[in-house]
């Protein structure tokens, strides 16, 4: 017993404590509107209670593992990830119209969930590899270290997912040192190229932009998902109608209710003020993760923590806007707050690699 | 290896990262703040609006349709009834396609090709979200058959609906009316009156009769029972219940049994009757022969039997009694005879001379008596009681059209009575301005002459004949002639009369309208031209016959019915009241193509007059029931 206590607290001196109260705070609001979302049932409750323990303990596992170590896993993850891509392009089964899936024999994998963390691990290995020497062709490897797996995701297609993946490989060049007139250059030449992107989109990505400028257009169709998330958010008022007592979410108006809506259902329940409880939670989790990449002794600690605290961000800030009907509907989990397992096992491992930066600070100078 | 760069370089990397770590930090602060100022946009300043949204999406109103007031005659018996009865209904869009679920339902139930024709065109008439009917009135047995295969049958429903049945049957139909489903102009009618609301959750409207001129009365309000429902439409719970409000019933001055009298007398003619109360305007009897069953309608007729009642030359779907015009021959005589009177153009023991025809001066067209040879020296009542053609010639001619015109207009002549019933003709009483305007042409004397005897232009309706006669009957008053004497609240089962609509007295003379009395009196009175009508009453009746010409006959050619093909044949007019001395009811009749009013019209009136007045029934007849008070 003594032995394994004491395993216990050498694995918690690598967890950040801020950063764990607050994580585990958001937790906690998602347990009580899963609750309600999936109208008490104790299959979802016991799932979701399942998934945060195997997530957290994935985590707490991942701040014990030091940088340098994490670092290493960079390139091998991100070959991986690649040739799977291209195995998904070749062999990869057909769902929805979208070639994304890869039958693994035993179970079906979308590689492109792989290259949310392996896509931010190859760049900043490879970044903090070439710190002395950095010159503009490193930026341009870089770039094409992002442009490869994001056209591959981009064919399949699911622009969603390639856009997030893009943003998290130019947040890390951004904190690389990206120079401005590139970020500016490339901004405007992107605002540039729109009509020609508007052009090569699918039907049903344009569908769904042009729902989301004028949901009425179609009520039972695409725009009823966004029609009853703006319902139920705005029909919350100030302080909600209370802990299940949301008439959208416990009448079945909002879809995918426990999932990707379930803003909808905890703005219907808590209103203005959980909704500014919430987003002043996931800020401190930025916060903290800046700060935490502002004191990183290496490159590769600065550049993981900043890029996934910003991701998280994107990931928060892509889900709550598509369901306040600002974005349009992409298939993004709100991080943190929705039910499945895959998406926050990734996240909080991400999390587990900012608390590793932090925590192996001292023992690396040392 | 990091620690083998020079120091220099990576505090300028240091600060160059917190910068951008700063960039981030206000890029992270302001896509913050764009999501909370949206939810403040969505949640206090469009809260208002969206909370409106949220309880329409989940409050819904499910209409509950008032029962429908009853229909009673004058001793409360039944003329429409309501029965609820299962209805087989389909929705439009049918997951297998129409035909498909027509063929699966008629395996499993029988459909007859009269209810698919109906269905068919139910169809064409419904709305895009309602079930149209194609069975009505299921047996228990088909109902469970139904219930049995629902599962297979999606789009198929069996509704308990609220029915009428008109158990008085064809007699009865021109009076009653019938209830029909609301089609797209009833919809508009509705919308455009601000009571479509109303009639959410209702399938049936009046269409014609009582029915529809009652409507608003009848149906009553519907009630709305506030559900609570979720995203697919199921009802969750029961919110609360506003309860519909039952339609009044109506009772009527009609007399079921006296109606049934009347229709039995008419036999096999065709032909309208009505009887008024001269004192209330009461209608006692209504006949409109032939009739049809009002219940074909009730749920929809199928097309070839419409068809069939609509292009029947005896035309049954036509009121004779509101609708029919008809020149009124000699029944205009009475009221000829008072307006000379008292526009002084006569007196009452003034005599003319009848050789049998009448001639205008500077003329040698003869205008002449119905007798061959004249009635020879005549006075007014017996120009009235043997229809003395001449005497009337002579009599419009000395008044002139002007003032003959104006006088018959205060009885009514020529313009609608009011009835509580839709549909009614003015008929038409004709004046030299009429001509001018409708046929730009002069009034010629002739014209003049003819009227005197109620030939011509003057068409008028049964009704009005009626409603003029009652005038003479109850000494110059203009009655409204009304069906429904009182309402029931169907909550405080209290009835309530409703006004009678008596105009101001007209002024007669006494002595003048005692004369045109006596005069009718007389035409029920041996040497009178109806008196085998009168023979053995017990009671007094005063009457007049008339005869409406068909066809015209030829200068010099007589009239021979038997030469002429029987729709050629004149119709038989006849107005009277009884008992004479202190009328308590007036008859209109006309029967087309019947020939002398007094043989074939006036006989009808006499079965009426017995019945109301002594109880007694023709020999021949046989009522149901044993309720009769004889």
Known sequence: MPRTSHWILRGLRHVDGILLTLVVLVLGISLAVVTSASGQSAARISGHLVNMGLALGVMVMIANVPPHLLSKVGPPLYAAGVVLLVGVALFGEIRNGARRWLDLGFMAFQPSELLKLALPLMLAWYFHRNEAVLRVKHYLVGGVLLLVPFLLILRQPDLGTALMIGASGFYLLFFAGLPWKVILGGGALGAASLPLVWGMMHDYQRQRVLTLLDPSSDPLGAGYHIIQSTIAIGSGGLFGKGWMQGTQNQLDFIPERTTDFIFAVFGEEFGYAGAILLVVLYLAIVARGLVIAARAPTLFGRLMAATLSLNLFTYVFVNMGMVSGILPVVGVPLPLMSYGGTALVTLLLGMGIVMSVATHRQLNKS | ?630
């Open chain 2, 1 to 630: 290896m990091p620690l083998a760069t020079p120091l220099k370089n990576l505090d300028r990397e240091l600060f160059r990262f917190h910068g951008r770590l700063k960039v981030a930090g206000a890029f992270v602060v302001l896509l913050a703040a764009t999501l909370l100022g949206r939810a403040f946009y969505l949640q206090i300043m469009q809260h208002d609006y969206y909370i409106q949204r949220a309880e329409s999406n989940r409050i819904s109103l499910v209409p509950v349709a008032p029962n429908r007031g009853l229909i009673l005659d004058r001793n409360g018996r039944i003329l429409a009834e309501n029965y609820s009865a299962y209805t087989l209904e389909l929705a439009r869009a049918q997951p297998d396609g129409l035909e498909t679920t027509l063929s699966k339902v008629g395996k499993l139930i029988e459909i007859t090709p009269g209810e698919l024709r109906r269905f068919r065109r139910l169809l064409a008439e419904s709305h895009e979200f309602e079930t149209v009917p194609l069975k009505s009135k299921l047996t228990d047995e088909e109902v469970a058959i139904l219930a049995a295969n629902h599962y297979r049958l999606p789009g198929v429903e069996v509704k308990a609906r609220l029915f009428r049945n008109y158990q008085a049957g064809p007699g009865m139909a021109h009076v009653v009316g019938f209830i029909g489903r609301i089609n797209d102009r009833d919809l508009k009618g509705l919308r455009d009156s601000g009571r479509a609301q109303n009639y959410r959750g209702t399938v049936h409207i009046g269409k014609t009769g009582l029915e529809q001129s009652y409507e608003a009365l009848l149906h009553g309000r519907t009630g709305f029972d506030q559900m609570e429902t979720d995203a697919s439409g199921r009802a969750v719970r029961a919110l609360s219940r506003i309860p519909p409000v039952p339609g009044k019933d109506l009772r009527l001055y009609l007399d079921e049994r006296l109606q049934a009298v009347a229709e039995h007398a008419f036999g096999d003619y065709t032909g309208g009757l009505v009887a008024l109360d001269p004192n209330t305007g009461g209608v006692l009897a209504l006949v409109s022969k032939p009739g049809f069953d009002p219940n074909l309608f009730v749920d929809g007729i199928d097309p070839e039997t419409w068809k069939a009642l609509n292009e029947s030359p005896e035309r049954p779907m036509v009121n004779r009694v509101l609708r029919g015009i008809y020149p009124p021959g000699s029944t205009i005589k009475p009221f000829m005879g008072l307006a000379g009177l008292e526009l002084g153009v006569r007196k009452p023991a003034d005599i003319t001379v009848d050789p049998g025809y009448f001639i205008l001066p500077n003329s040698t067209h003869q205008f002449r008596d119905w007798k061959h040879g004249g009635h020879g020296l005549v006075d007014m009542r017996r120009a009235i009681a043997q229809s003395c053609d001449t005497y009337f010639y002579k009599l419009a001619f000395d008044m002139g059209i002007d003032r003959m015109h104006d006088y018959l207009a205060k009885f009514g002549f020529g313009e609608k009575t009011g009835i509580d019933l839709e549909g009614e003709s003015p008929g038409l009483l004709p004046s030299r301005d009429w001509k001018q305007r409708r046929w730009k042409k002069a009034w010629y004397p002739g014209e003049t002459v003819i009227a005197g005897i109620g030939q011509g232009y003057h068409l008028t309706t049964p009704l009005q004949l009626a409603t003029a006669t009652a005038m003479l009957a109850n000494g110059g008053r203009r009655i409204e002639p009304r069906l429904v004497q009182a309402v029931r609240d169907p909550l405080t089962h209290v009835w309530q009369p409703l006004p009678v609509k008596v105009d101001e007295q007209l002024a007669i003379k006494p002595e003048d309208l005692a004369v045109v009395r006596q005069g009718m009196l007389d035409a029920m009175r041996p040497g009178g031209t109806a008196s085998a009508a009168a023979a053995g009453a017990p009671y007094t009746i005063a009457g007049k016959t008339g005869t409406a010409q068909v066809v015209g006959i030829r200068q010099g050619a007589r009239y021979d019915a038997g030469s002429l093909s029987l729709k050629n044949r004149d119709h038989a007019l006849f107005i009277a009241y009884a008992p004479a001395e202190k009328p308590t009811i007036v008859v209109a009749v006309m029967v087309e193509n019947g020939g002398h009013g007094g043989s074939t019209a006036a006989p009808i009136a006499r079965a009426v007059f017995d019945y109301y007045l002594t109880g007694k029934r023709p020999g021949n007849m046989k009522l149901e029931g044993s309720d009769a008070p004889d």
